[in-house]
Every structure is written in structure tokens, then in C-alpha cells.
């Protein structure tokens, strides 16, 4: 499978992601430039975290409008797989590729830790190797990860089956909260189910180095 | 011509700034003090005769994110 890391100014996952995904089986991985057109010949695009265009204005707002995008938002319609990470998920939410926007943390700071989140669905092509319920260590970075959807638009990713990460404690149970998201929700996915956007970062959580592997699970879901 | 443009968070979304700041306020000593909501407000320099509607463009497409936030015009 060949991914896209795309670059952005003031992207800082860029890296971390390009190394876990030129490590995959039968996998490479290259960046492209926010200035890029195209997006041919890849099979999976990751949107990764940072600061894009320094978080002017609003997290993602500025990134909405690279040229790229374009090409992002033809390769979603197409049904191609697409992931956006911390950052990455606030321009997919920004660009409405996922409804929803994320705003500041409830408690100010910026949160920097490990966290536990709940597979809620496995069916997607981002969670399909996980189990239902099964709980995962990965690690969160943001400020503005607090993820905000009207009521009808979060009934609608309930009963959708889009809801497909949840923060909750060591035992897979719901009550922590790192940000005061609605509905503890820490990953979702568009109707079409082939764009995941996610606060959590993954491609932290691959090596044994670095306290826990889960986030292998993402990305081993999406080469089938 | 100059507008200013002000961006507030709708009052359905939390807004934990405005919050703490309305504590803060407290702490000065003066009570009575309701809601705080804190936004930004964006001046923009822009040719006498642009559209009404271009401007509303640009604040709703870029300035605000209409999911979380309202906005309003003024002519400065």
C-alpha cells in the first residue's frame, strides 16, 4: 500500500507517520506538499498533527484552503481511505470532509499525556483487525481537542455507528474525559466511512520504545 | 473603507475562557457579572465598493467557523 503523509507548514507528525508507515508490510510512504495537486497513485492519505499555519485564525481554518485539498476531497469522494491525526483532524473537520469542529480544551491547558480510548466500531476500515470494545493506549497532545457537534449531528453519528473512538478509563469504561469532548467522542468517521479523523496520535503508539503499541492497529486495519 | 468583523462562540458551545474569565471578574470584587464569552474581532481593509455579500463570503467561509461560531459586520 503506498500512503501520502501530507505536509503543511508548521506540520510536526509528519515524520513519525512517514516512519510507521514505510515500516508496514508491503508499504511505502512519501510526503506531499500542501502546494501539490495530486494525490494519483497513492492507495491512503494521512493528514498528520501540529501547528498548521502556526493555528492562525482557528486550528485547520488556514490548511482548509492549501491546494491540496482539492485533491483531498476528490480522493475521499472517491472512497479512498483517509486519516487525519490531531491536527489533521481538525482540517478534515474544517474543510467538512467530517462534520463538527474541535474547540479549546474545557480545562484551558494544553493536554499532554497517554489515554485510554474504546474501539466502539469495528466496522471501518481504520478498526476492522480491533475488537468491539476493545480498549487502547495511545497518546494525546492538544489544546483545542474538545470536539463540539450540534445534537442532531451527534444523534446522527450515534446512530450512524460513527462514533469509532471513545476516551475512557484502563477498564474500557466511560467517565474520563481529557478535554470535555461531547459524548467523550476521540475519533469519528465520514458517512461513507473511508475518512477517520482522530485526536489521538497513533503513529506515537507503534514501537515498544515508546510505553505501547496500539496504534499499530489503525494502520495494520487499513492494509486489509 | 475598514470593517470589523466580530467572531463570538455560539452560545450552545462551551466556552471555558470566557468562563474563568467571568471568575476572574468575580475575584475583582465585582459581583453581578453574568456571561462572558470571548471571541475576536478582525478588521479588514477593503475597497469602498465591496459587495455586501463578499464580505459576508469571506466571514462565514474563513473568518467564522459556522458550526461553533457566529459572526457580525460593522463598517468602521
Redesign the interface.
Known amino acids: 500500500m503506498k500512503f501520502a503523509v501530507l505536509r503543511f507548514p508548521g506540520s510536526n507528525c509528519d515524520q513519525d507517520c512517514l516512519h510507521v508507515l514505510s515500516g508496514l508490510p508491503n508499504s511505502t510512504a512519501d510526503y506531499v506538499w500542501h502546494k501539490d495537486v495530486s494525490l494519483s497513485g497513492f492507495d491512503a492519505v494521512v493528514v498528520p498533527g501540529g501547528f498548521s499555519y502556526g493555528d492562525y485564525?482557528?486550528c485547520g481554518?488556514i490548511a482548509r484552503?492549501s491546494p491540496i485539498m482539492g485533491a483531498l476531497k476528490e480522493f475521499a469522494a472517491a472512497g479512498g481511505p483517509v486519516i487525519g491525526i490531531c491536527n489533521g483532524f481538525q482540517i478534515l473537520?474544517?474543510s467538512g470532509l467530517l462534520?463538527?469542529?474541535l474547540?479549546?480544551?474545557?480545562?484551558?491547558h494544553f493536554v499532554c499525556r497517554h489515554q485510554h480510548v474504546r474501539v466502539e466500531t469495528t466496522r471501518s476500515p481504520f478498526t476492522r483487525k480491533a475488537t468491539q470494545g476493545q480498549v487502547l493506549d495511545l497518546p494525546i497532545a492538544h489544546g483545542e481537542g474538545?470536539y463540539?457537534?450540534?445534537e442532531a449531528a451527534l444523534a446522527r453519528l450515534d446512530r450512524e455507528d460513527r462514533v469509532i473512538l471513545r476516551y475512557c478509563t484502563p477498564n474500557g469504561k466511560r467517565g474520563e474525559n481529557p478535554n470535555?469532548s461531547c459524548a467523550d467522542i476521540a475519533g469519528i468517521c465520514n458517512e461513507q466511512r473511508n475518512v477517520f479523523g482522530l485526536m489521538p496520535h497513533p503513529e506515537r503508539a507503534c514501537d515498544e520504545m515508546l510505553g505501547s503499541t496500539d496504534g499499530r492497529t489503525v494502520f495494520e486495519s487499513l492494509l486489509g | 473603507m475598514k470593517v470589523h468583523v466580530t467572531v463570538l462562540?455560539k452560545p450552545?458551545?462551551?466556552d471555558?475562557?470566557g468562563s474563568?474569565t467571568a471568575e476572574a471578574i468575580r475575584h475583582l470584587g465585582i459581583a453581578g457579572v453574568g456571561r462572558v464569552r470571548i471571541g475576536k474581532m478582525i478588521e479588514l481593509e477593503l475597497p469602498d465598493a465591496t459587495p455586501e455579500e463578499e464580505i459576508h463570503r469571506i466571514s462565514r467561509d474563513?473568518?467564522s467557523?459556522p458550526?461553533?461560531e457566529d459572526y457580525s459586520i460593522a463598517r468602521a
Not at chain 1, 474547540?103 to 484551558?108: D, E, F, T
Open positions: 485564525l482557528r481554518a484552503f473537520c474544517e462534520p463538527g469542529a474547540v479549546r480544551n474545557k480545562g484551558l474538545c463540539f457537534a450540534d470535555g | 462562540p450552545s458551545v462551551l471555558p475562557q474563568a474563513l473568518l467557523n458550526v461553533i
